[in-house]
């Protein structure tokens, strides 16, 4: 699970720890789904702590959130978080690029893509654009425009081209989940079936991303 999946008015908890110490801060999404400069986020309220904000920007150390949907049985836990108050609306913004250690933990880990994509659905006529938003070798992740029917259980086959590996697939799937956002899009989640080539393109976008996330600067919290 991405941090912009948590749906508005869910209740979460960010954790502080620097050495020994360790608080935790317990507030309310205010906007999810959405993407700024920091990548996937959220917006949340501010806590107070004796009716005074907690200034987030003045904390340095290690950040995670917690969070718990509805029926679920493990806490979605986000590390390598960074968070931001800002002071002009009074909000905090959250962000981090990875998944939610629950999700991590799967064999399969999503690998973000970002791709334009149509979507051609078991018993509808028509032709939907989306946007790949993650893929790994046992399911896709799309985000597009909300349809005016329940397509749980339904055959997606989906297809894009990625220019910069020369490569254009039809991907055999089947939707087992949809998620809303605040934004005028939904996430749908579909299984898929696997192909040679297929896996073997996964396998080397997994590699390209580790090496990104190792890369890149630590964040300055």
């Not at 718990?68 to 590390?79: D, N, S, T, Y």
């Not at 998620?179 to 899009?185: A, P």
Request: charged share 30%.
């Amino acid at each position: 699970m991405y941090i912009d999946e948590i749906p508005a008015n869910s209740k979460i908890t960010i954790e502080f720890n620097y050495v020994t110490k360790a608080t935790k801060l317990e507030t309310t999404v205010k906007k999810a789904g959405t993407t700024g400069k920091a990548g996937k986020c959220i917006i949340a309220e501010v806590a107070r702590v004796d009716n005074k904000i907690v200034n987030i920007n003045n904390f340095r150390g290690k950040i995670s959130v917690r969070f718990l949907g509805p029926g679920a049985k493990r806490f979605e836990v986000w590390k390598q978080v960074q968070v931001k108050y800002d002071r002009i609306n009074k909000e905090y913004v959250i962000s981090t690029p990875k998944a939610s250690e629950k999700h991590e933990r799967r064999s399969s880990p999503r690998i973000p893509i970002g791709l334009g994509a149509t979507v051609q659905i078991e018993g509808d006529g028509r032709r939907h654009n989306c946007t790949i938003r993650d893929i790994s070798k046992t399911g896709i992740g799309l985000r597009m425009e909300p349809l005016d029917f329940n397509p749980i259980g339904l055959r997606f086959d989906i297809t894009f081209t990625d220019k910069a590996e020369f490569v254009t697939f039809t991907v055999k799937s089947r939707c087992v989940r949809e998620v809303n956002t605040d934004n005028s899009v939904k996430i749908y989640g579909c299984t898929i079936k696997i192909t040679q080539d297929l896996l073997a393109y996964i396998q080397k976008k997994k590699v390209k991303y580790s090496s990104t996330l190792k890369n890149a600067q630590p964040s300055d919290q």
